[in-house]
């Protein structure tokens, strides 16, 4: 079990494997801290420092890491600014937008993290509890095992046991072939102790068959002891299948929880892009009516000059040509003539706000 935790990749592991990926892929020690910043501060959680940066790469001075740090958290200030501007809306208030905006990523950033530290923690704990589910049923295989070398032990002994029964045995039956020897070369020395003898060969057979029974009792224990250490061994190895089962459920469960909070993390960045894109082209439309408006109000000046121009050397001409009796008399035909020039400029100021409003529209 412990062979199998320690091939689970660690964090060090993980980080190891892909500072040198990027070694391979970014060859200018300037570009490779910068990217090992963005690991370890994006894919791994982890606040980078110039030490830290200098023990994983080993690359170039001391100050380059430094440099590529200051520059690194420059520039994560400067995209995590919000500007929001428009040229009705107060500095103060644009600003608070701005902050509100941030202070709303930050707050889901924060939130995503914590919850990824939580199921670290989870998986951790999970890890844990297998580690002392395994030491335990190692525990408990040693104990199965202590018991078995004592069975061993006890059927080595019954072993000895019948080993000696059985020279035992072999001594007696020395001994009778003895007797019957002996026997045989006193049936014609004393025929009065045949019945004697023949009582001595009968409980010598009964002792016979009490040992063989003997052996025969032990010889089933012995295989009863068998059986049982077998059954013992068996059932051993299936729980321990069962908690290596456990943990490989428990590891896939905190890998797939990992993942998924991962993807939520990279949508949330894609929809803040989204976001900063759509800013962008909102302040180029307002660029663009800018500009407009500004063409239309010196198209608007320039038509006022036009109408001035255009009025200006009437008058002299109408007076030098009437009678000095009748200059007071006949100012009425002026009127008409500058009122339609007078008209012009609400007009064009209509049509320069409704291309205004298509603009805007646009």
Known sequence: MSDVLSDLPSDDARLAAEIDRLKAAFPKTRELYREVCALLFFRFGQTP???????????GSMGTPAAVLGEFWAELREKSRVRIEHPDLPVDLGAAAGELVATLWTRATASAQAELDGLRAEVEDHRAEADRRVA???????????????RTAALLAAQVEVRELEKAQAEQQAARQALEAEISRLKTEAAARDRELEKVRE?????LDKLRETAERAEERLRATEKRALLEIDRERGAVAKLQKELDETTKRADKREADHRRAIETLQAQLGDARHQAGVLQGRLDAVQ???VTLQEELAALRQADVRHAGPARPGRAK???????AARPAPTRPARAPRVASAPANKTAARRK??????R
Do not use: I
């Open 49 to 59: 420092t110039a030490n830290r940066l200098y023990q994983l790469v080993k690359r």
């Open 136 to 150: 335990a049923a190692r525990d408990e295989l040693g104990r199965t095992e202590t018991a078995l070398e004592q």
């Open 203 to 207: 409980g010598f057979s009964r002792d």
């Open 291 to 293: 500009a407009t408006n």
């Open 321 to 327: 040509g009437a009678p000095a009796g009748t200059s």
């Open 356 to 361: 205004r409003g298509r603009t805007d529209d």
